[in-house]
């Protein structure tokens, strides 16, 4: 088996991201319909384990819902028989390890939601556990791995013979004794998965030897919670060693629910272990030893009453100051903190705080609404998301606002690991390093992949990792605190507008039609407009890829950034930033008077076109700059020169489009 192989002349095998116990998943290409599938093979054996996989196929097919994985098609090719279902890269939740309650709570009640269908079609899952359990990087639940289920007309259960179906860990009491498996043992390994989820141990103890937790398992030997709060009464319930006294999964779903109102939020940062995420894959397709990737994680949210005065909304984008939410006072504490109110886009600022030989970076970001309602604060309250800090390099807290708008603070340590900047939207756009005193700071495309490098030797110690987590949450916090203060003052401080500046522009409205049609299968219809417009991102609706249009501003741009290249620009003057020497200046209207420095990064293109230099709050010069970034799968013999190809044939007209840098009065 090998990548390239074409199954069923449609489905083009391209990586295997996982291996079970009946079969093993590949991502692949649907080459009819121009999406990734993921693809799954019985593994070689005996005919029992095809006509598994074909009854996996029948269960999956009686159940369309959200929250359980989706199947496409059953497909023979060549003797071997094969699903391909929705691929989607995800985390399980077995890779967080301990979860405060409100958010075991959040996902328990998505767990639930998926076991309601399933048994309303009839099916038994008979293996609920974290490792089948996947957080998808829109903030959903999905549930996965249904090759030991069983529906009605499936022949017959499994277990016999002395064998249990399912995991000693998380199976039920009557299971374990040899009975079959009903909706109420479903029920009873949810509260197991929670449990571990919450304690970090099975309910039947620490044990690592299955015949031992099976044991404790038939006898009933079910632990105490000791860390679940208001939700052990819940745990209790749907761990009740009689079948017959626990909830249905309907009203497991409530219990969870009005037990704890949290909700999951998926929340873009970096991974926290480089060395062991980089390049894996989770695919929701039910291989519990696959091993995620994706850096989406479950957030703490705590809501209460706005203050005095809080305002029901940023009032006009374009010109809400973000500093206005920022100050080096309340972060002074921690070490000499001072304001850096021009890096990155128009919708950030920055303290940096020199504490202890390190530096942190205390960013506050304005972020546009998401486009489901649900992600608004609801009922006029402020809610406060608060992730659990990743990897000793970052903390987040999201503010958000009674109109949907929000406000992102992350504490992150630049001079240890690469920072990953987040794009206008909320989600993770790529790696941000920029020059300032000494450490150079690389600016990034709001397109990369997150990955990240591991620390040259860096202490990755526990103890360490904890103070650092620590600390960076404390300045945080301390930046919330100073933020929510800010917001009770009233309608956010506004900043006059400069002419010229790209604070005025709108980013969807540098492409039009005729361009987006070089780019393959955007989705001209359905835009995702960033806050105030300063950042527009075009998906493609045929393939993994995207472009994106947004506007930053850096220190300086040198060859660091890529390769200076003439745009066919007309009506552009003399490139700003520029010194032009003994060089005649560039009148406007020349074409070609625009440069942009392209750079490959990853699996993405940026061609960066500086726009105007003007000056921060201490007269250091800034340049503005236009970024267009094309990242993903673009096809071609050269993906990589393809991609770049298209950045810069897209910079020139969205070039075009941007205001006069120097408007005359």
Not at 61 to 75: I, S
Not at 413 to 433: I, L, S
Not at 616 to 621: I, L, W
Request: proline letters at 8%; hydrophobic letters at 40%.
């Amino acid at each position: 088996m090998r990548a390239g192989r074409l199954i069923a002349g449609r489905y083009r095998l391209q990586e295997q991201v996982g291996r079970g116990g009946n079969g093993m998943v590949w991502r692949a290409l649907d080459e009819e319909l121009g999406r990734v599938v993921a693809v799954k093979r019985a593994l070689p054996g005996d005919d029992a384990r095809a006509a598994l996989l074909r009854r996996e196929a029948r269960i999956l097919a009686r159940t369309n819902h959200p929250n359980v994985v989706t199947l496409y098609d059953l497909v023979a090719d060549g003797g071997e028989w094969w699903l391909a279902m929705e691929y989607v890269p995800a985390r399980s939740l077995a890779a967080y390890g301990r979860l405060p309650p409100e958010q075991a709570a959040a996902v328990g009640a998505q767990i639930a939601r998926a076991l309601r269908a399933v048994h309303a079609a009839g099916v038994l899952h008979r293996d609920v556990k974290p490792g089948n359990v996947l957080l998808t990087e829109e903030g959903n639940v999905k549930l996965g791995d249904f090759g030991v289920s069983r529906s009605p007309d499936s022949g017959g259960t499994l277990t016999g013979g002395g064998v249990v179906i399912g995991t000693p860990a998380f199976v039920a009491p009557e299971v374990a004794r040899g009975q079959g498996c009903t909706a109420a043992s479903d029920v009873f390994s949810l509260g197991a998965t929670l449990y571990t989820a919450i304690e970090g141990e099975s309910p039947y103890g620490p044990s690592h030897r299955p015949v031992v937790l099976l044991y404790r398992a038939s006898k009933g030997q079910i632990g105490v919670p000791s860390r679940a709060g208001r939700l052990a009464p819940v745990l209790a319930a749907l761990m009740h060693p009689d079948p017959a006294a626990r909830p249905t999964a309907a009203q497991a779903e409530r219990m969870l629910l009005e037990a704890v109102h949290a909700e999951l939020r998926p929340f873009p940062e970096p991974p926290a272990d480089p060395l062991r995420w980089r390049r894996l894959a989770m695919v929701a397709v039910g291989v519990a030893a696959a091993v995620a990737a994706t850096t989406w994680v479950v957030a703490r949210v705590h809501r209460h009453p706005p203050p005095a005065g809080f305002p029901a909304a940023v009032g006009d984008p374009r010109t809400a100051d973000p500093c206005a939410l920022a100050g080096p006072g309340p972060l002074s504490r921690f070490g000499r903190a001072g304001l850096e109110p021009r890096l990155g886009g128009f919708n950030r600022c920055d303290v940096i705080v020199r504490t202890g030989g390190a530096e942190v970076d205390v960013r506050v970001e304005l972020l546009a609404p998401r486009a489901s309602p649900h992600r608004a604060s609801p009922g006029g309250t402020l809610s406060v998301i608060r992730p659990p800090a990743d990897g000793a390099t970052a903390c987040a807290r999201t503010l958000l606002l009674t109109d949907g708008h929000r406000v992102r603070i992350t504490a992150s340590t630049p001079g240890d690991t690469e920072g990953h900047e987040t794009g206008q939207n909320g989600e993770r756009t790529g790696d941000r390093r920029a020059e300032r005193g000494g450490e150079r700071r690389t600016a990034g495309d709001g397109t990369g992949d997150g990955r990240q490098e591991a620390e040259p030797g860096g202490d990755r110690s526990g103890h360490r990792s904890a103070e650092r987590d620590f600390e960076l949450c404390a300045m945080a916090d301390a930046a919330v605190d100073a933020a929510v203060g800010a917001l009770a003052q009233g309608e956010l401080q506004r900043r006059a507008p400069e002419p010229g500046s790209l604070a005025q522009a709108d980013a969807c409205a540098l492409l039009r039609a005729a361009d987006l049609a070089r780019f393959p299968g955007a989705d001209t219809l359905h835009p995702e407009r960033g806050f105030a417009g300063w950042q527009c991102r075009w998906p493609s609706v045929t393939r993994r890829a995207s472009l994106l249009v947004r506007f930053d501003r850096e220190e300086r741009l040198t060859a660091a950034h890529g390769r200076r290249t003439p745009l066919a620009v007309p009506g552009a003057g003399r490139e700003p930033g520029r010194t032009a020497g003994r060089e005649p200046g560039r009148t406007a209207g020349r074409v070609g008077a625009r440069v942009a420095y392209v750079r490959g990064e990853g699996d993405a293109c940026l061609a960066r076109v500086p726009h105007r230099r003007t000056l921060d709050g201490d007269g250091r010069p800034v340049v503005e700059l236009l970024t267009v970034a094309v990242s993903g799968e673009v096809g071609g013999l050269d993906p990589s020169g393809r991609r770049c190809l298209l950045a810069t044939a897209l910079a020139a007209p969205a070039a075009a489009r941007l205001p006069d840098p120097t408007p005359r009065p």
